[in-house]
């Protein structure tokens, strides 16, 4: 597709689609420069906390995986064995479903076959590989996969069209009467590669930033 954004060195992804595009160049003025954090945590403990995070509110599910994790002592994860050898019982006592503790108990025997491997294994495949390889764990979707993609190995070109925030925000800012089908956002949001990732993050505060807008009205 024609016209997409060219790679550029440090700071460029805010530059370079406000160059793009006037209306990401307006979300980028009123949010301020993309705060994305760097994860460092496993790929075994990011499905751990995904999981735990579905269908729930932030703070529940928070809740939740602090009561997982207090079961294995100063409120660690734990190691793939440990978690596999753990009754489910104890497990659904701690407030997990029936469903969350198949998939996390998945989650740890498909990291110890090495189906879900270390973040240096993850890091020499490509998106697309990720996803598939991540998608074969129970209560693992591509979403999932994807956010794992963003938020723990910190690629920088992810657009997670299933996401009904991104297809809020996208809505939202682009002043749409309707929120965009998944398959045409991917196809439209190819002119901002290489910096989706970039421009998700924005789409999903850009909605926060209407909200607080509408409240103070």
Same mark, same amino acid.
């Given at each position: ?5 060219? #790679? ?13 595009? !006037? ?47 207090? /079961? ?32 996390? #108990? ?5 990291? /110890?076959?090495?189906?879900?491997? +270390?973040?240096?294994? /993850?890091?020499? /495949? ?30 920088? +070109?992810?657009? !997670? ?18 929120? !965009? #089908?998944? +398959? ?27 909200? +607080? ?5």
């Amino acid at each position: 597709m024609g016209g997409a954004v060219g #790679k550029a060195g440090p700071g460029a992804p805010e530059a370079a689609l406000s160059a793009l595009c !006037p209306r990401l160049a307006s979300a980028i003025e009123v949010i301020g420069p993309c705060t994305l954090p760097r994860g460092r945590s496993s790929p075994y403990e990011s499905l751990l906390s995904a999981i735990a995070h579905q269908q729930v509110h932030g703070n529940a599910a928070a809740a939740i995986l602090g009561r997982v994790r207090a /079961l294995y002592g100063e409120g660690r994860y734990p190691t793939p064995e440990e978690l596999a050898a753990t009754p489910n019982e104890r497990l659904r006592r701690a407030g997990l479903s029936r469903a969350k503790v198949l998939a996390m #108990k998945d989650v740890a025997r498909r990291t /110890l076959d090495g189906t879900v491997p +270390d973040r240096r294994a /993850l890091a020499r /495949l490509s998106n697309e590989e990720v996803i598939e390889r991540l998608t074969e764990v129970r209560g693992v979707g591509r979403w999932t996969a994807e956010i794992l993609l963003m938020f723990t190995l910190n690629r920088p +070109d992810v657009l !997670p069209v299933g996401d009904f925030g991104i297809r809020y925000g996208f809505q939202l800012l682009y002043n749409k009467r309707r929120e !965009p #089908k998944p +398959d045409w956002l991917a196809r439209y949001g190819e002119r901002w590669s290489p910096y989706r990732t970039t421009v998700s993050w924005y789409l999903w505060r850009y909605v926060e930033y209407v909200r +607080d807008q509408r409240r103070q009205a």
